[in-house]
């Protein structure tokens, strides 16, 4: 495993890019579900509603709550990612940080802003990182 300089986490995190890709899985399947819960003519109709919000609603809550039990949303375990405790091991147990950690990323900023090892703000905030499916089975694996 290959750590960035300047690191303040002892193995490598995931790429702009992967986190990006599963971003957009994460935002087309909350969009679909949205779809499915109130039609697509109220989500395009040109009207401003509360079910405007809808998509990011869902996004939250599917993302905090797959990242709770999983270790990743949909989107991260779609793309090979997963999201784990800053220091390399132990598991994310705590619901509200991580539905803050979500709330975070749907405000755009906390993720465009990060350190050399790739950690946004609201990794940061949170004490998380994602790393890729292989850097994850590593760290499992020693930290069993």
Do not use: C
């Not at 399947?29 to 779809?35: K, Y």
């Not at 079910?51 to 039990?69: G, K, M, N, Q, R």
């Not at 539905?99 to 990060?114: D, G, K």
């Amino acid at each position: 495993m290959t750590v960035a300089p300047g690191s303040s986490v002892a193995f490598p995190t995931a790429s702009l890019a992967q986190r990006a890709l599963a971003l957009i899985v994460d935002w087309a399947a909350s969009t679909l579900v949205s779809v499915a819960i109130v039609g697509v003519t109220t989500l395009t109709d040109g009207h401003t509603t509360i079910a405007d919000l809808l998509p990011l609603i869902v996004y939250v809550l599917e993302s905090a709550l797959f990242t709770l039990f999983f270790g990743g949303s949909f989107g991260k375990l779609a793309t090979r990612l997963r999201v784990v405790p800053s220091k390399g091991y132990g598991t994310l147990h705590n619901p509200l940080t991580l539905l803050a950690r979500q709330a975070a990323i749907a405000f755009v900023i906390p993720p465009l802003v990060f350190r050399e090892d790739g950690r946004g703000l609201h990794d940061l905030m949170a004490g998380t990182a994602t790393v890729t499916l292989s850097t994850y089975r590593q760290l499992t694996t020693v930290g069993a």
